[in-house]
């Protein structure tokens, strides 16, 4: 499967942005898919994920309460709406599939995207 993540930009801190991570090639309601982040310098992080079915969703601690993530499998897409964006979650976004269910660990994801860069500004 090919994921495409968009969104990302210049938000003041407070504020609000809507990623997506577009899927196509394979039947997108097999895959559970996450999101994950990476700061400069930093290692790649877990942010969220969710099922394949949706029913399922799991965060960080650092955005439970202000990050959502859904999807919607008609359009192949997950979203990530991002509230009460903070500096600390500036980094590039990146969407990944694995076919089975929901994890943390970016190395059970075999397929990801080219990621999206978000500023939070101060």
């Known amino acids: 499967v090919q994921l495409q993540a968009s969104g990302g930009g210049l938000v003041q801190a407070g504020g609000s942005l809507r990623l997506s991570c577009a899927a196509s090639?394979?039947?997108?309601?097999?895959?559970?898919v996450g999101w994950f982040r990476q700061a400069p310098g930093k290692e790649r992080d877990f942010v969220a994920a969710?099922?394949?079915?949706?029913?399922?969703?799991d965060y960080a601690d650092s955005v439970k309460g202000r990050f959502t993530i859904s999807r919607d499998n008609a359009k192949n897409t997950v979203y990530l709406q991002m509230n009460s964006l903070k500096p600390e979650d500036t980094a590039v976004y990146y969407c990944?599939?694995?076919?089975?269910?929901?994890?943390?660990?970016?190395?059970?994801?075999?397929?990801w995207g080219q990621g999206t860069l978000v500023t939070v500004s101060s």
């Open positions: 969710i099922s394949r079915s949706g029913r399922i969703t």
């Open positions: 090639g394979r039947t997108f309601s097999d895959y559970a």
């Open positions: 990944a599939s694995r076919s089975i269910g929901t994890s943390r660990s970016l190395n059970a994801y075999n397929y």
